[in-house]
């Protein structure tokens, strides 16, 4: 489904990513793991048009996507769900997720897309005519998953989910993603929190300042003592 290689990408003269390759297959949910400032957001946001790459390639199902305006990417079935969520405060809940469903292929069945939302998300229904600045935190992670889920995607790109969130809210996001990988939306999941994140992937990528230091199944990636230490505070190994 995506593949990407040898891809950099730069802020300035400084380079964010190098030679990074990695592939997510259809309906397959794949994580992203790394310490602060490793590239984790820059690497998702060239996966949704947003940074452009300074080299390298990104293909969707064959097609080159490298050099192509981010709404190529939503056309193609690609939906990000940004980190802090970047809801519009003023907009009513049912304003922002509808913003979601404007894609023309999509445009047609936004009623029943939202009602799968609010089925997805069932506080969502009762929020749907207050305005999004008002929510929770949790919440608003919910709209702005929601939101991405408007659009129908083939490909979700979920930014850290889970920041800021209390552990009951986190344990209500996680199932939500499983559930909305297991309708068979391919997922790449950029997440700090990596115990729960490896327990919903089938694959795992390791980034370590801007390169892959790692890849394979979670138990793979994370079966060294010394990567275990740094990242699972010393959890045994699955």
């Given at each position: 489904?995506?593949?990407?290689?040898?891809?950099?990408?730069?802020?300035?003269?400084?380079?964010a990513l190098w030679s990074v390759s990695l592939a997510?297959?259809?309906?397959?949910?794949?994580c992203v793991v790394g310490p602060n400032g490793a590239g984790k957001t820059t690497l998702i946001n060239a996966l949704a048009g947003l940074h452009p790459a300074k080299s390298g390639r990104i293909t969707l199902d064959g097609c080159d996507m490298t050099s192509l305006a981010p709404?190529?990417?939503?056309?193609?079935?690609?939906?990000?769900?940004?980190e802090g969520r970047r809801l519009f405060a003023r907009m009513t809940v049912r304003e922002n997720l509808e913003i979601g469903g404007y894609v023309r292929a999509v445009r047609a069945?936004?009623?029943r897309t939202l009602d799968e939302v609010c089925t997805l998300f069932p506080v969502v229904r009762e929020k749907l005519d207050a305005p999004a600045g008002a929510l929770?935190?949790?919440?608003?992670?919910?709209?702005?998953?929601?939101?991405?889920?408007?659009?129908?995607?083939?490909?979700?790109?979920?930014?850290?989910?889970?920041?800021?969130?209390?552990?009951?809210?986190?344990?209500?996001?996680?199932?939500?993603?499983?559930?909305?990988?297991?309708?068979?939306?391919a997922i790449l999941l950029v997440e700090q929190n990596v115990?729960?994140?490896?327990?919903?992937?089938?694959?795992?990528y390791l980034l370590?300042?801007?390169?892959?230091?790692?890849?394979?199944?979670?138990?793979?990636?994370?079966g060294?003592?010394?990567?275990?230490?740094?990242?699972?505070g010393g959890m045994p190994a699955r």
């Amino acid at each position: 489904m995506l593949d990407v290689r040898d891809l950099r990408v730069d802020y300035g003269i400084a380079p964010a990513l190098w030679s990074v390759s990695l592939a997510i297959g259809a309906g397959e949910l794949v994580c992203v793991v790394g310490p602060n400032g490793a590239g984790k957001t820059t690497l998702i946001n060239a996966l949704a048009g947003l940074h452009p790459a300074k080299s390298g390639r990104i293909t969707l199902d064959g097609c080159d996507m490298t050099s192509l305006a981010p709404h190529r990417f939503c056309a193609a079935g690609v939906a990000l769900v940004p980190e802090g969520r970047r809801l519009f405060a003023r907009m009513t809940v049912r304003e922002n997720l509808e913003i979601g469903g404007y894609v023309r292929a999509v445009r047609a069945a936004r009623s029943r897309t939202l009602d799968e939302v609010c089925t997805l998300f069932p506080v969502v229904r009762e929020k749907l005519d207050a305005p999004a600045g008002a929510l929770s935190g949790g919440q608003q992670q919910m709209v702005a998953i929601g939101r991405a889920l408007m659009a129908k995607p083939r490909l979700l790109l979920l930014d850290e989910p889970s920041l800021g969130l209390s552990p009951i809210v986190v344990q209500t996001m996680f199932r939500a993603i499983h559930d909305v990988n297991a309708a068979g939306t391919a997922i790449l999941l950029v997440e700090q929190n990596v115990t729960m994140a490896l327990d919903l992937a089938s694959r795992a990528y390791l980034l370590e300042e801007g390169r892959i230091a790692a890849e394979g199944t979670p138990a793979a990636v994370f079966g060294t003592p010394e990567l275990r230490r740094a990242y699972l505070g010393g959890m045994p190994a699955r």
